[in-house]
């Protein structure tokens, strides 16, 4: 079992920045792991916003592109996800998630909240 630890959540203007972390509590799989952060806004689906593989290989949904950047310090087991020019529609409770094909697990962590005013 791995566990994923959140932070860096919280309230911002439009057009500020936050930082998100995650830790995970094991570094084997984190190290050949996908990392990414996925968020769910109240009545919407869960819905992928970044990924990175253990290679480097990046994805980011359409709507963050370019504001976004997702990064991963394998000596810390941690994934980041540094948000700029953040928008009101933003707002949502983010997940990171931490996944391995190879050993076929999946990992959630608990969520943070993300709230952004106009």
């Known amino acids: 079992q791995v566990q994923l630890v959140e932070s860096g959540g919280g309230l911002v203007q439009a057009g500020g920045s936050l930082r998100l972390s995650c830790a995970a509590s094991?570094?084997?799989?984190?190290?050949?792991?996908?990392a990414g952060w996925y968020r769910q806004a109240p009545g919407k689906q869960r819905e992928l916003v970044a990924d990175m593989t253990s290679g480097g290989r990046t994805n980011y949904a359409d709507s963050v592109k370019g504001r976004f950047t997702i990064s991963r310090d394998n000596a810390k087991n941690t994934v980041y996800l540094q948000m700029n020019s953040l928008k009101p529609e933003d707002t949502a409770v983010y997940y990171c998630?931490?996944?391995?094909?190879?050993?076929?697990?999946?990992?959630w962590g608990q969520g943070t909240q993300v709230t952004v005013s106009s």
């Open positions: 094991r570094s084997l799989i984190f190290s050949i792991g996908t």
């Open positions: 998630s931490l996944s391995s094909s190879v050993l076929t697990v999946f990992y």
